[in-house]
Structure formats: structure tokens, C-alpha cells
């Protein structure tokens, strides 16, 4: 942790609260809290499950409970069992739920406008890019990677993503059948790993790796939603597929990719990876590239073997990989960025 940067960051939070009247119990002088207001809106008119509610926002179950049976008794939402599935529970606006949402809009609107409305043009354009900056950066430290096994909904999803888009870019289209595999029980430990990048709880990019001992491990299956494109989750599965790597044994990695990925091509250049001469007899390869990996830091001393930092993405496929129901609803699109990564 920076101590030094962390106040600077706590201020803000505190500051960004007290302007949007987050502090009071009647947010936007409505008599409600903010929790409540902001359930409400993430709502929505079409209605929502409750699972997928609780996701997005990062909400325990005991907490959307009471804000959910508190909106009821406003008479503001009806919660129901889904008509195609009695274990899950949806929640939907009332026709007053729907007039108080929309007066909710009008008032945010307004206190939108009272931070611009001092401000010169100038600063007022300064102030909204400052803005869609942090947002960007908050949402690219929200995703999350970890180690998941081939066979849930969601890896099975990324992958599928990931053929289509290779079979749209192509100039020939793309058959998983004539390129070299990587299949499922080649990317679960030992033999491989197979990472899931996430955003509030849903899938947003995937990228592989096959161990061969000590020999070159090979990189395969990198993909980024084009929801996350430009927020730096390619760069990350990088550095987490090097990682898991160097951590079973090897010391080089090496990768092929076609030369329509003009931005895979240079996230790889810019990652320290050199091209060199074909190495394998893929036929959507024009690009053949390796990287030799610097040795793991030893432990400084003190340090316990084995302690992993927070950062580290753990290798050993997650809670998730027993999943078998559907993958949750996708994020709604953000920044564009990237071409997929081979």
C-alpha cells in the first residue's frame, strides 16, 4: 500500500459524497437515503433479477433485502419469482416506482448542473474530462482475473467470443478446427491455466496458457471485450499468463498471431516480446513472437515462502469453476479500445 496517496484518495471519496448528497437521509431531497434512490434507478424499467442487482453493485444479500422490502412498503417495487424460473427472484418498478425514477433524473440532472454552472467553458470542459478519466481508471481497477477451469458457462462464453471476432477481422475467416488447439484439459493445471477477466461479476476477457516444463510455454486465446476495450485489461492478462508461467517452470513464452491484430501486435512489442522465426506450423499465423522471463524475486528476508501478494492472481481455478448455470447478464458498454488478442 502507498500511504503516501492515500489520503489523497480518501478526501476525494469524502468530497464526492458530500457534493451529491450521499451524507443525508433525504438524497436529492427526496425521503429516502441514497441506497435506496440508487437501487431503485439500477432497477430500471425493464426490471431486474435480484441476483444481478446484487452483483452490480456489490451488495451482501441481508443489506438488498431490507432496502428491497423497505421500497415495497413505498409501495415503489413488486418482487416476484421469474416466470421462468421460481428460484430466481426479480424485481420490477410500480407505476409510481417508474414517476419517482424519473423524478430522481430530473433532480440529479440539476445537481449535475450546479457543479458545471459556476464554471467557466473552459473549465466546465476541463472538470468533465477530469471526470470521464477517473471514471475509466475506477472501472479498470473493478476487473478482476483469476484462474477458472474451461468448462463453466462463462469460459465456454469468452472463447465463443473470441472465435467469432477472430472469424469477423480475418481476411480468410477463421475454423477452430484447422488451428493448433488448446483444449480444455490442456489449460487446467498442470498442463495449463486459463484465466477470466470480470467486471462487476461478469466475463469481460479470457486469455490461456499450455506448460511444457521448463520448455517455452505457449500463450493462446487472449481476448477483451470490446465493452472494456482501452482500460488496460489485455496488458493485465499478459502479465498474469507470465506469471502463471514462470511460476510452473518456464523461462520463455512464446506466442503467434495474424497480422490483421495491429494493436495485439503492438500491445506485444510494447511488452518486451521480440519476433522471431516461425516456430510451429499455425495457418493463421504471420507473427511469430517469444519473451524470455526474468526469474521470480526471491523473498525478502522475514518474508514468510509461499505468502503470495494481493495482487497476484491465484492459479488454482476458482469457486467458480463448478458453475454450470448460464454466465450473468453481460456490462453495459464502456470505452472502445482493442483488437483481440490471439
Request: contains cysteine; charged residues 30%; hydrophobic residues 35%.
Amino acid at each position: 500500500m502507498d500511504n503516501a496517496v492515500i489520503p489523497s484518495v480518501r478526501a476525494f471519496n469524502r468530497f464526492v459524497a458530500e457534493r451529491i448528497g450521499a451524507v443525508s437521509d433525504t438524497f436529492l431531497g427526496r425521503d429516502r437515503p441514497y441506497g435506496e434512490s440508487r437501487i431503485l434507478w439500477e432497477v430500471g424499467s425493464d426490471g431486474t433479477d435480484i441476483r444481478e442487482l446484487r452483483t452490480r453493485l456489490g451488495l451482501d444479500s441481508g443489506y438488498a433485502s431490507r432496502v428491497l422490502q423497505s421500497l415495497e412498503r413505498q409501495g415503489l417495487v413488486i418482487v416476484k419469482p421469474a416466470a421462468e424460473d421460481g428460484r430466481v427472484r426479480r424485481v420490477r418498478l410500480t407505476g409510481k416506482g417508474r414517476a419517482e425514477r424519473a423524478t430522481l433524473d430530473r433532480r440529479a440532472d440539476a445537481v449535475a448542473w450546479k457543479f458545471l454552472e459556476p464554471l467557466t467553458e473552459e473549465q466546465r470542459t476541463r472538470l468533465v474530462a477530469a471526470m470521464v478519466d477517473v471514471h475509466r481508471l475506477l472501472t479498470s481497477s473493478m476487473v478482476s482475473i483469476e484462474a477458472e477451469s474451461p468448462s463453466t458457462a462463462d469460459a465456454r462464453w469468452c472463447i465463443d467470443q473470441y472465435f467469432q471476432e477472430l472469424n469477423r477481422r480475418f481476411d480468410q475467416g477463421f475454423d477452430p478446427a484447422l488451428s493448433i488447439p488448446a483444449d480444455a484439459h490442456e489449460l487446467v493445471p498442470p498442463r495449463g491455466a486459463l484465466l477470466i477477466a470480470r467486471l462487476r461479476g461478469s466475463p469481460v476477457g479470457c486469455g490461456a496458457v499450455k506448460f511444457h516444463g521448463r520448455a517455452p510455454a505457449e500463450l493462446k486465446r487472449m481476448w477483451v471485450s470490446p465493452d472494456v476495450r482501452g482500460l488496460g485489461v489485455g496488458r493485465r492478462l499478459l502479465v498474469a499468463l507470465e506469471r502463471a508461467a514462470r511460476e510452473a517452470g518456464a523461462r520463455v513464452v512464446r506466442l503467434e498471431t495474424n497480422r490483421t491484430l495491429k494493436e495485439a501486435i503492438h500491445l506485444y512489442r510494447t511488452s518486451g516480446y521480440r519476433e522471431v522465426g516461425r516456430f510451429n506450423d499455425e495457418p493463421y499465423a504471420h507473427h511469430w513472437f517469444e519473451k524470455r522471463l526474468t526469474a521470480p524475486p526471491r523473498p525478502s528476508r522475514g518474508s514468510r515462502p509461499g505468502r503470495q501478494s494481493s495482487r497476484s492472481t491465484p492459479i488454482a481455478p476458482s469457486a467458480r469453476a463448478s458453475r454450470s448455470s448460464p454466465p450473468r447478464a453481460r456490462p453495459a458498454p464502456g470505452p472502445r479500445q482493442r483488437a483481440p488478442r490471439t
